[in-house]
């Protein structure tokens, strides 16, 4: 009996060819979509969640007012860590990290590489497990260095490493004493060596003041201490140790880390929880559709197959026997595209890891993979195969052998419902598609408030701080630059802010947040700026220019100035400067919010970066041979590293960049499944009414009546999925633009494109089969009665 | 075998009501091969469908075998179908998808006999009615007269009690109606009962008695001599 099945099955899909490859096909692109967000989002969900410790492990919170609102941040001070560590029975241990990037050298092989400062306890709390050395006492000497797996080979090919010695930044040796498993690919962890915190208390980067928040604290708790307990412990850590008399501590748990990281006013409101839930309502839909196609399908050609199953009936078929032979087929079918799709995923797996920027595999060697894949194609088969399996067989013989039975018209109801909400998904996904890379095109011609091109920035690594005017005016001789200026953080981003500022009139019962910079001279020039009032910092013409101030316009705006220039601002160590101009606002953070307030700090300050303006007259690749001559002689150890300006900001729209690829990706694979679907059943219903036509035709019908006549049906669908479709647009991409304070307004043209295109697309694709079948000689099917 | 007393069946549309039996009474004996005539529309087919279990009736009671069968689910129906009867139609109902010999091969698979059992059958009857050598050839690929005859070894293939043909020569030329007649003749004179619609005078000839429809109703019963 099941041989027979198996047997039917594979001849019945043999002798219909093109319905199998359009309904294999359509399924197998489905099964593909849906397992790749489905990897993506079980990587997404797996963060940081393979920590044995997991349930016990939380990152240590700030949070206050500011401006009227609670803000929370995740940088501590350093002596934090140490204080729960000693005095909070909650807590068992903890660990401080900050980022390090160090020179490398072995013999003559240099290299920079990032990493972190840690405490010992970091490779006890964590489930990064060491291949070699004790992770209890990796980190406690302080010279001690844990590299990973890469970095081992990077450093040593294939020597062993423990016990090598590697020179850090020509002044200090380290031993290895660990070599750590690679990094899996759902950590937030990010580094390529650890090492001690004591080696940063010994060069003086320690200090156990309460206000400065600069590294990250992580905790694991006592067993069977609940988050609340934990909480409710620490809360006045900071205000009982210093006068930071409204700082508060909580706990944010690990399971929490990854998913739920966004807080808006003291409270988590989300985050890349919203991604997985959309993405995962995609996949959903996308294998939805991809079934719905298969079930159209199914049961539009079961019509064809209804003599079929009143023969079986005659000769002794049980209703049951029919459901397992169709379902047999259905689960044939999904098992075939099962196979396709894992090629396909295969084969598109680098490309998709490159857009979402991760490194997800397919995991053949687990069980679960196998046994997921296997449940995921017997449920696709099921519930693609049900309809037309209990459809087809309950079909009465007598009708169906006496000819009664009408299988006139493919587009019964239940299709033209399933057709309709294949469509408006697609038409939904279309009109967001629009919408994201609108609002993403909108924000990147924002106007940035300096000029980004040509600019170019390095780090201020080994000597070059201490070389830096002989840099800067050899880069500008060399003809490299036509403009240098020292700055305390890329043009990019933010590094630095403080509500210490002090001013004539403030009220001192607001805390204000300023964005802080610093720049030693020509920053207006070299970044292309636009001067509001008064002028530029620059201390070869006025000596005074040490402790100058300039202010942004939002600046002068929160502050009150009427005459900002000559005004004195007292700044966090309570020194006076002096207001030397204004500018207007520049975007330093989100390209999607407004401009924070914003203070330059001039010459007497801390500095990190240089940015330098390339020369226009030359080419670009000749002012970096000549910027590099120029960095080699005054900082030879080092490798000459550059960033551009522009591709830095680019950067800033990735995520969007990602989720608009994704949504036009998916958008058109949905409109491709959902086409290739109404290209079969305007196949089929054309076969069905080719004796219709003929008579027709006979009588004298043209082709463009006839295929009016074929397509009408199709369009009405798909203009219904239109309007059904346009609110739920409307709504999702309402709710979603709300979440950026800048951004465009929802116009009526995209509702329009979509469904003009939607329209074109699907006449395109029902005419095709219409013409065919208008066009078609009427006396060979009316012979073939 | 059968026995049926003030049979009925309607049709409803939303229009009208057609009455496609009206209280018919007939009795059939095993082993007999009766001819049943009428014209166009008078509830040849609908009375055949009903005396195969395809459909059931609206009034009245059919006895097969000894057993009230009028109100029996479609399960127990298509149970007792299996065994005991082989349908014949006018336009072959073979599937297209499979080949002479598996067609055949359906009805021993559905009564669930094993595989080495059903060649051996299959080839028995394929061997009695001369299409041997067209085993795997496909419907498609054979005339009527073959069909027909792949039709009528698929019916008895699983040894029926009783053959229900609906105008079995009606597609087909004299020389293969004959040719029928003759297969048809050959099972009942080896016991099987049959029952037979047809609109031709020659063929009805074949057959022990005619019973003659009109209107749902049985107007005439010839006995043949
Ligand atoms: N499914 C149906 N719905 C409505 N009326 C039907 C249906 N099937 C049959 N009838 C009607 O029932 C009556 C008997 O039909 P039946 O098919 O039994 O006739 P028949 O004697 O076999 O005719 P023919 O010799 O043309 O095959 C006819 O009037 C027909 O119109
Ligand atoms: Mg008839």
Redesign the pocket.
């Known amino acids: 009996m099941f041989k027979n099945f198996i047997k039917i099955a594979w001849r019945n899909l043999w002798r219909h060819k093109s319905f199998t490859l359009i309904n294999i096909s359509g399924l197998a692109i489905g099964m593909a979509s849906a397992a790749l967000i489905l990897f993506w989002i079980q990587n997404e969900l797996s963060y940081d969640q393979f920590h044995e410790n997991k349930s016990r492990l939380y990152v240590a919170y700030n949070r206050a007012v500011f401006d009227g609102k609670l803000w929370c941040w995740n940088t501590t001070p350093k002596i934090l860590g140490k204080t729960l560590k000693q005095d909070y029975p909650a807590v068992e241990e903890t660990a401080r990290t900050t980022q390090s990037n160090f020179l490398f050298t072995i013999g003559d092989k240099h290299l920079n590489l990032p990493g972190y400062f840690t405490d010992p306890g970091f490779l006890t709390m964590f489930s990064f497990p060491l291949i070699k050395g004790n992770p209890k006492t990796a980190l406690t000497t302080v010279n001690s260095l844990v590299i990973t797996e890469k970095t081992a080979i990077k450093l040593f090919g294939n020597e062993d490493p423990m016990g090598k010695v590697v020179r850090i930044d020509s002044v200090d040796n380290f031993t290895v004493t660990g070599v750590m498993k690679d990094l899996p690919n759902n950590t937030r962890f990010d580094f390529e060596y650890l090492m001690p915190w004591s080696y940063l208390k010994k060069t003086g980067g320690d200090d156990t003041y309460w206000g400065n928040n600069s590294v990250q604290t992580w905790v694991l708790a006592k067993p069977n201490i609940t988050e609340e307990a934990l909480n409710k412990q620490v809360i006045n850590v900071t205000k009982s140790h210093s006068d930071q008399k409204d700082d508060e501590v909580f706990m944010h748990p690990a399971s929490k880390w990854h998913l739920y990281s966004k807080f808006e006013n003291g409270k988590i409101v989300g985050g890349k929880i919203g991604s997985v839930r959309l993405f995962g309502i995609i996949a959903l839909f996308i294998l939805l559709i991809a079934c719905i196609n298969f079930m159209n399908l199914s049961t539009a050609r079961s019509e064809r197959r209804a003599r079929e199953v009143g023969i079986r009936k005659v000769v002794g078929a049980q209703k049951g026997s029919l459901i397992a032979q169709f379902l047999g087929e259905s689960i044939l079918l999904a098992f075939i595209a099962g196979i396709i799709a894992i090629v396909i995923v295969q084969v598109s797996l680098p490309s998709f890891n490159q857009l979402t920027q991760k490194q997800l595999y397919i995991p053949f060697n687990s069980i679960y993979f196998w046994l997921a894949g296997l449940s995921f194609v017997l449920f696709t088969g099921l519930v693609a195969g049900s309809y037309p399996a209990f459809f087809l067989s309950s079909f009465r013989p007598v ?1 169906v052998l ?1 000819g ?1 039975f009408k299988a006139a018209n493919a587009l019964v109801t239940p299709r033209k419902l399933l057709v309709v909400t294949q469509f408006t998904f697609a038409i939904v996904l279309i009109i967001c598609t629009v919408i994201i890379h609108n609002q993403m095109r909108y924000a990147q011609n924002r106007d940035l408030g300096y000029k980004k091109n040509n600019l170019v920035y390095t780090m201020m690594s080994g000597s070059i701080d201490k070389n830096y005017k002989m840099i800067r005016s050899e880069l500008i001789s060399s003809g490299a630059a036509v403009s240098v200026t020292k700055t305390s953080a890329p043009m990019t981003e933010g590094w630095s802010d403080s509500w210490g500022f002090d001013w004539k009139g403030k009220d001192q019962s607001q805390k204000i947040d300023f964005n802080v910079f610093n720049a030693d001279g020509d920053f207006v020039k070299t970044m292309g700026l636009h001067i509001v009032a008064g002028r530029d910092i620059d201390i070869a013409t006025y000596p005074t220019d040490s402790t100058a101030m300039i202010l942004n316009e939002a600046a002068v705006k929160i502050i009150g100035f009427k005459n900002p220039v000559g005004q004195i601002i007292k700044n966090g160590n309570n020194k006076p400067c002096t207001v030397v101009g204004v500018v207007q606002d520049f975007i330093l953070q989100s390209p999607y919010q407004p401009v924070k307030p914003m203070i330059i700090q001039g010459p007497k300050s801390w500095f990190n970066v240089i940015h330098y303006k390339l020369n226009p007259n030359n080419s670009t690749a000749d002012n970096l041979k000549r910027a590099e001559g120029v960095f080699k002689k005054f900082n030879s150890e080092y490798p000459y590293e550059y960033h551009f300006v522009d591709e830095e900001y680019a950067k800033k729209f990735n995520d969007e960049q990602q989720v608009g690829t994704l949504a036009s990706l998916f958008a058109g694979l949905t409109i491709f499944i959902s086409c290739l679907g109404l290209f079969g059943l305007a196949a089929y219903m054309a076969q069905n009414r080719q004796k219709e036509i003929s008579v027709r035709k006979v009588l004298g019908a043209s082709v463009s009546n006839l295929t009016g006549l074929l397509s009408k049906e199709f369009l009405t669908l798909v203009i219904i999925s239109f309007i059904i479709a346009s609110p739920i647009a409307w709504y999702g991409m309402y709710t979603w633009l709300k979440s950026y304070p800048y951004h465009v307004s929802i116009e009526i043209w995209v509702f329009l494109l979509a469904g003009i295109l939607t329209v074109i697309v699907a006449l395109g694709t029902v005419s095709f089969q219409s013409i065919k079948a208008a066009l078609t000689n009427p006396i060979k099917s009316l012979r073939n009665e | 075998m059968i026995k049926i007393t003030n049979l009925e069946k309607f ?1 409803r ?1 939303e229009e009208v009501e ?1 009455i ?1 039996l009206n209280k018919l009474s007939i009795e059939i004996a095993t082993g007999e091969f009766v001819a049943i005539m ?10 055949l469908n009903i005396l195969g279990m395809l459909d059931d009736p609206d009034e009245g009671s059919y006895i097969f075998n000894e057993i009230e069968v009028a109100h029996f689910t479609e399960r127990k129906r298509a149970d007792l179908r299996k065994h005991n009867i082989g349908f014949v139609f006018q336009s072959f109902n073979l599937i297209d998808e499979l080949t002479v010999f598996e067609n055949v091969e359906l009805p021993l698979i559905y009564t669930g006999v094993p595989a080495s059992e059903r060649v051996k059958r299959v080839e028995e009857v394929l061997d009695k009615m001369q299409i041997m050598h067209r085993r795997n050839h496909y419907p498609q690929q054979l005339s009527g007269g073959q069909q027909q005859r792949v039709a009528i070894a698929r019916a008895v293939v699983n040894k029926p009690k009783l053959i229900l043909a ?2 079995p020569t009606g597609n087909l030329d004299s020389t293969n109606g004959n040719d029928v007649m003759e297969l048809l003749t050959d099972l009942n004179e080896q016991g099987t009962t049959i029952i037979m ?1 047809t ?1 031709s005078e020659h063929d009805a000839r074949y057959s022990h008695r005619i019973i003659r ?1 009109l209107d ?1 109703q049985a107007v005439v019963e010839n006995i043949m001599v």
């Open positions: 009708s006496k009664t | 049709y549309t057609t496609a009428g014209p166009s529309g008078c509830g040849k087919s609908t009375l609906d105008e619609v609109h429809l749902g």
